[in-house]
């Protein structure tokens, strides 16, 4: 995540070293690694395989207290995000399922439409600056996001 901007999803009920391994390549690719990557004390986070590739692409993993989640605020706000604004409306059916809504969420909602209070009321992906036009003579677009559970407002050219 990089200003408030989710990279990266993926889901796996049975996460391992390698499955993880993985998703930080998908997450960094061309070496664009992070400085740092804070965890929890997860075993697939302390496996030398990860620490290894940690090491390998110049990034310092930072393992939080345990049962510190307060020690990864961003991590748990955007969890505490998708947990109320899709899982309490959505039952996912199987994991192929979940991972679709998530891109789904991140990519036409979450980045380019939801606003972040701590990026001042500003989204993830900056909107297009539209020049200023009288309410009655503006015209909006209303896109249904995940078949309508949320909408986004665009305005009409």
């Not at 889901?11 to 804070?38: C, E, G, H, M």
């Not at 969420?105 to 900056?126: C, D, E, F, M, W």
């Not at 539209?130 to 996001?145: F, H, R």
């Amino acid at each position: 995540m990089g200003q408030g901007r989710i990279v990266h999803t993926a889901v796996t009920d049975s996460p391992n070293q390698f499955w993880l391994t993985q998703q930080f390549r998908i997450a960094t690719p061309y070496d664009r690694a992070p400085k740092y990557i804070v965890h929890d004390n997860d075993p697939v986070f302390k496996s030398r395989n990860f620490k290894k590739l940690l090491d390998d692409s110049g990034v310092k993993g930072i393992t939080t207290g345990k049962e510190a989640p307060w020690q990864n605020p961003y991590a748990e706000r955007v969890i505490g995000s998708i947990r109320r604004e899709l899982l309490d409306y959505v039952i996912p059916m199987n994991e192929r399922h979940l991972e679709k809504m998530l891109q789904e969420y991140v990519s036409k909602y979450y980045n380019p439409h939801r606003t972040h209070q701590g990026l001042g009321g500003a989204t993830p992906i900056p909107h297009p600056a539209y020049p200023p036009t009288k309410m009655a003579d503006t015209t909006l677009v209303a896109t249904p996001v995940l078949n309508g559970l949320y909408h986004t407002l665009e305005k009409a050219s």
